[in-house]
């Protein structure tokens, strides 16, 4: 779970992660289920960027990571000049 995993983390630009204060379902909603409340969090996060890379860089499969979902992440690395 993202916020568990949040929490247990020493990486420091998750101590501001929203998310951790929210609750994790939003964050890892079922297949089909909206992630807009999600974005809507990280959208208000200033963990946002380095949550982003994070992601990217750790290859996070599933779930909302800085505002993105995983077909956007995908999508994201994919194109060129996109780091
Ligand atoms: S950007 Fe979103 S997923 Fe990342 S730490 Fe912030 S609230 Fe959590």
Redesign the pocket.
């Known amino acids: 779970m993202?916020i568990e995993a949040?929490i247990a983390s020493d990486i420091p630009?998750?101590a501001?992660?929203?998310?951790?204060q929210?609750g994790g379902d939003f964050?890892f909603p079922e297949p089909g289920s909206s992630v807009r409340e999600?974005k809507r969090?990280?959208g208000l996060?200033e963990?946002?960027a380095a949550?982003?890379e994070y992601a990217l860089a750790h290859d996070e499969r599933f779930g909302?990571?800085?505002?993105l979902s995983e077909k956007e992440r995908l999508q994201l690395r994919r194109t060129p000049d996109s780091k």
């Open positions: 993202h949040i630009w998750q501001q992660a929203l998310c951790a929210t964050f999600a969090i990280c996060c963990s946002r949550c982003l909302v990571w800085g505002g």
